[in-house]
């Protein structure tokens, strides 16, 4: 992930002269709107690359409409014939987007990247790498690790097998959808935390905020 | 990166795959993981009781190509050797033997852990204190 020290949520007032024309234009753009030129990434944030709010629920179809459309309009290509500045321009911009696209499209990672502008610490941040291993390996739970290496066992004989056994199909689809159901039930929780966190008042977001940090953890 | 010559070859002919009698007082049985990559791994020994020198080593991990190396390098850098003396064996050995790249030195971690973890279960079961070196760690 780009380092975020250089992102700033209040640049979007903060009018930039185009290199070409010397007309100023909203920072986030990535094309002069005067002379339509490309221009250098802007110091802006991921939502505000794609001109979105600050919010955990978008509209992933017109998240990627809009990718797709700045991806041709700075496809290289395009760029043959340009100068050198903009043929880098463009490049720099085309991975700019795709970080941007890649991190917005998955709700975990754009739930970890906004936590993060908001300025909360996520996981190894703040649990600290220096641990010693026993410590860390310890935070796996036994039972869990028993759980999951038996049924590793069980889909390696599986597997293997050529009759399949039906007592141990049923027993490892259950195990299957226990876990797809705790997925779910996870999902569910933080997208109940996401229309919080968009829709809610300054408390209301603090406490959202707070209950994201502690499921993203969870992962570690 | 691609995998080192030993990592394949470690791979491709695994020592010691199997597991020995996790209820006999002389075998170790150390089952850890990493939540990162959802590696399992169970590493166990049998240690002789008059010499405590462990006579012989079992694994069987789910993993990667690099974990799955890391452990069964372990087991064989186990054999041989005393239970203090395989408290010895460091992770950053694995790493160099095997030349694992940076992303997968975690493996080595694992295999290391595995190993305390098998001798741990070990001493808790015949009364043997943990030394100042295990504690630490």
């Known amino acids: 992930m780009s380092p975020l020290k250089v992102l700033n949520s209040d640049s979007t007032a903060v009018p930039v002269v ?10 986030s753009t990535l094309f002069c709107t005067a002379c339509s030129k ?6 802006v944030d991921y939502f505000q690359v794609f001109n979105l709010p ?33 043929r880098e321009f463009s490049l720099a911009d085309t991975a700019l987007i795709n970080d941007a696209y890649r991190t917005l499209r998955d709700p975990v990672r754009r739930t970890e990247y906004l936590l993060k502008l908001e300025g909360e610490e996520i996981g190894e941040e703040h649990a600290g790498h220096n641990t010693g291993n026993a410590e860390r390996t310890s935070r796996v739970p036994a039972d869990l690790l028993e759980e999951v290496f038996e049924l590793n066992m069980q889909l390696d004989e599986l597997r293997e ?23 779910n039930e996870l999902d569910g929780n933080l997208q109940h935390q996401w229309a919080l966190w968009d829709d809610g008042d300054a408390a209301t977001r603090t406490a959202a905020q707070k209950q994201m940090v502690a499921l993203l953890d969870r992962r570690r | 990166m691609a995998y080192s010559e030993k990592v394949i070859e470690h791979y491709n002919n695994p020592r010691n795959v199997g597991q020995l009698d996790k209820s006999s007082t002389e075998v170790g049985t150390g089952l850890v993981g990493a939540p990162e990559c959802g590696d399992v791994m ?96």
């Open chain 1, 18 to 27: 185009c290199w070409s024309c010397a007309v100023a234009h909203n920072e």
């Open chain 1, 38 to 43: 490309v221009q250098p990434p802007p110091g």
């Open chain 1, 54 to 86: 600050r919010h955990l629920q978008i509209d992933l179809a017109s998240l990627e409409q809009e990718f797709h459309k700045l991806s041709r309009k700075l496809h290289p290509d395009r760029f043959a014939r340009a100068t050198e500045a903009e």
């Open chain 1, 161 to 183: 097998g050529d009759q399949k056994d039906p007592a141990l199909l049923s027993e490892v689809g259950a195990a299957g959808e226990k876990f797809s159901g705790m997925l």
């Open chain 2, 42 to 137: 169970r590493l166990q020994i049998r240690v002789n009781p008059e010499t405590q020198i462990i006579e012989e080593a079992k694994f069987k991990t789910f993993g990667c190509g690099s974990a799955i190396a890391s452990s069964s390098l372990a087991t064989e850098w186990v054999k041989g050797k005393t239970v203090e003396q395989a408290l010895e064996i460091k992770n950053t050995e694995i790493v160099k033997e095997l030349a694992l790249p940076p992303v997968k030195i975690h493996c080595s971690v694992l295999a290391e852990d595995a190993i305390r973890a098998a001798i741990g279960d070990w001493k808790k079961k015949n009364n043997v204190a943990e030394t100042a070196e295990a504690v630490a760690h």
